[in-house]
């Protein structure tokens, strides 16, 4: 009873040390920090609207989606879920003051929320899976103290509620292949859909559930020996749920404005961040060891162009520009960026030990359905950020932000077989285990408790 107490408060600790660290990092620094991604601005005296914070006042101004060309204003095409919510809250605010300062501040309110649900979503995943109290703490602290995650809780932009779906989605989909009602089956439409209207690569995670189905009705279907007509009629629920909500703002805008389905706002090739005449090989292969470790020695990192870097960089510290910090702080980055890439290095072995090469006499929670939905929707995530990357070659493009989800999937195959080493006692692969994940939470508790407080990114 005392280990189970004990293990316990461990969750409550990680929870609430996520959520004030959120809060910390929200309240002291302004909202046009670096975790702030196309911001915008807002002039209300000169009908000025911009970004994503114009795209909240607009819809809190004249109470209507965007009615001209969603590509004449920056960052209008996005769709407006996320800033309809947002400009709601801002209405609120707005009975108690007048500042478009403090509006703008209080703004961070509805990401933050997002951010915070998003934890207890990946919470209710881990059930799902039978993880135990230890493997369930660990996927909760990949997900709670991320320096990136916890810097990104305060962006107005679309991010976070978008996350939350897609965690939303998996759980969704789980629940769906253990119990197959229309219920469940309508939720799943039903988050997918919003999901995408939301923000549209929301509907990456159809990849995985596409597998899912077809997997379910063929297994249906051999097992059944014959057509499973009532399984291809949820399906064609769900299609006419999900499809009419995921498509309804990128058809309205292609019908009306124009605007590609697939569009994606784009920067000149002018522009300093612009890393399209390196090599192929420089930016997606990863750098050199030695000569970055070189670089981190002097409190540098180099390697601007390279996708690895810049992954591992922004999840430690945003696009913070390291150029003009002390050396403490540059230090503290570095040591950052080398804890990050220690324990994601050992979260991804730890899911090739479960998911890919665990046998389900050692594994039994690993269905086939089950284990192939979690390779494909890592993948999925995983190849969409590298295919962005370079199909977009700016530094922006390979920021942290596009690829949050990809802390889960390895987190959980490394839970699976931290449970499995604690069955069989090893002792130096779980003592690995806890150092790594002491480490990471200690250093991204260290990291925004003390630089940014003085830094202010």
Not at 88 to 99: A, D, E, G, N, Q
Not at 208 to 215: K, Q, T
Request: charged share 15%; hydrophobic share 50%; glycine share 6%.
């Amino acid at each position: 009873m005392k280990k189970k107490v004990r293990t316990n408060l461990w969750l409550f600790i990680i929870v609430g040390l996520g959520i004030f660290l959120r809060l910390f990092y929200i309240v002291t620094t302004n909202v046009s920090n670096l975790g702030q991604y196309d911001l915008g601005g807002v002039v209300l005296d000169e009908n000025i609207m911009n970004g994503h914070i114009g795209y909240i006042y607009y819809l809190f101004t004249y109470k209507q989606i965007p009615n001209f060309d969603p590509l004449s204003v920056y960052e209008f095409y996005q769709p407006p879920t996320h800033y309809i919510i947002s400009a709601i809250w801002l209405y609120i605010v707005s009975l108690f003051t007048s500042s478009q300062t403090i509006q703008t501040e209080l703004m961070q309110v509805i990401p933050f929320i997002w951010s915070v649900l998003s934890m207890f979503v990946v919470y209710k995943i881990t059930k799902e899976w039978d993880l135990n109290d230890r493997g369930t703490n660990l996927v909760m602290a990949t997900i709670a103290l991320n320096p990136g995650v916890i810097m990104l809780s305060g962006s107005i932009n679309n991010d976070n509620m978008s996350y939350l779906f897609h965690f939303i989605v998996i759980l969704c989909a789980i629940r769906w292949y253990k119990n197959r009602s229309i219920k469940n089956i309508i939720i799943l439409a039903l988050s997918i859909g919003v999901g995408m209207l939301t923000k549209l690569s929301t509907g990456l995670v159809a990849i995985p559930v596409a597998f899912m189905f077809l997997y379910v009705f063929i297994e249906e279907w051999v097992k059944e020996k014959r057509f499973p007509v009532k399984r291809m009629l949820n399906y064609i629920l769900f299609g006419v749920i999900c499809i009419p909500i995921g498509l309804f703002w990128v058809l309205r805008c292609y019908i009306r404005f124009n605007v590609p389905i697939n569009y994606v706002g784009t920067l000149s090739d002018e522009t300093w961040g612009y890393v399209g005449d390196y090599s192929f090989v420089s930016r997606m292969f990863p750098p050199n060891p030695l000569v970055l470790l070189k670089n981190m020695a002097h409190g540098g990192i180099g390697y601007s162009q390279n996708v690895w870097v810049q992954m591992i960089r922004t999840s430690s510290c945003t696009e913070a520009d390291m150029a003009n910090f002390p050396m403490w702080a540059k230090l503290s980055i570095v040591l950052m960026m080398g804890l990050v890439f220690v324990f994601a290095l050992i979260s991804f072995i730890g899911f090739v030990r479960s998911f890919i090469c665990g046998k389900k006499e050692t594994y039994p929670v690993l269905d086939r359905g089950l284990r192939w939905f979690w390779i494909i929707a890592y993948a999925a995530v995983v190849y969409s950020y590298f295919s962005f990357a370079y199909k977009f070659p700016q530094q922006c493009s390979m920021n942290f932000r596009y690829i949050v989800p990809v802390l889960m999937y390895p987190a959980v195959g490394l839970s699976l077989a931290s449970q499995k080493d604690c069955q069989e006692n090893r002792k130096v692969l779980k003592l690995i285990e806890n150092i790594a994940i002491a480490a990471y939470a200690i250093g991204s508790s260290a990291l925004i408790l003390t630089w940014f407080t003085y830094t202010q990114i």
